[in-house]
Antibody, heavy 131, light 108 residues
């Protein structure tokens, strides 16, 4: 069974750096195709994709936030860490980590490679930015 | 970046209704589109990937179609547990893996 769980501070002050940890089980980030993403959702607003790290240690970031974000996996490969610098009250949100896979599927007889969705999500952790 | 729009933003429907939500991409994304359902206080749940493939365990009343820039999510015979917010996500051109703004389906 694949599970992911987010952990980190519930409250951070403006200008501080946020560090969130995603601890997962049921899959290995060493396995070809496995990836972990971070997504956030401000209260009452839409989902916003933040970052992804893949099995090969390739990293992808939100265009608008890339200067503030860093994603990494630890040597045990059972945890992924997201850091976000210079936190602001507008960064108040629920932060989710989630698994996706780079794989291939067959559509109308053709084999198509790529990402096809985020199939397992953590429960989310709420972060409030306030002084 | 590819932008996604969804219409409507909000819809009110009754149990048993057929509901259609549209997601439009600012550029062609082939069939690299996923749909999610999110209930209040819960994480999103993957419903459909590759525009029309039902995720394992998702009821067959959910269906998806489209390719290129226009996609639809249809719920046949809306059930009480289907009242939620639905998001599309493009996975063709990244980063970022953009989400749409969401469509809230409420009880009439």
């Amino acid at each position: 069974q694949v599970t992911l769980r987010e952990s980190g501070p519930a409250l951070v002050k403006p200008t501080q750096t946020l560090t969130l940890t995603c601890t997962f089980s049921g899959f290995s980030l060493s396995t070809t195709g496995m990836c972990v993403s971070w997504i956030r959702q401000p209260p009452g607003k839409a989902l916003e994709w933040l970052a992804l790290i893949d099995w090969d240690d390739d990293k992808y970031y939100s265009t608008s936030l890339k200067t503030r974000l860093s994603i990494s996996k630890d040597t045990s490969k059972t945890r992924v860490v997201l850091t976000m610098t210079n936190m602001d009250p507008v960064d108040t949100a629920t932060y989710y980590c989630a698994r996706s896979q780079y794989t291939s599927i067959t559509i109308f007889g053709a084999i198509i490679p790529g990402y096809f969705g985020i199939d397992v999500w953590g429960q989310g952790t709420t972060v409030t930015v306030s002084s | 970046d590819i932008q996604l729009t969804q219409s409507p933003s909000f819809l009110s429907a009754s149990v048993g209704d057929r509901v259609t939500i549209t997601c439009r991409a600012s550029q062609g994304i082939s069939r690299y589109l996923a749909w999610y359902q999110q209930k209040p206080g819960k994480a999103p749940k993957l419903l459909i990937y590759a525009a029309s493939t039902l995720q394992s365990g998702v009821p067959s009343r959910f269906s998806g179609s489209g390719s290129g820039t226009e996609f639809t999510l249809t719920i046949n015979s809306l059930q009480p547990e289907d009242f939620a917010t639905y998001y599309c996500q493009q996975l063709n051109t990244y980063p970022p893996f953009t989400f749409g703004p969401g469509t809230k389906v409420d009880i009439k």
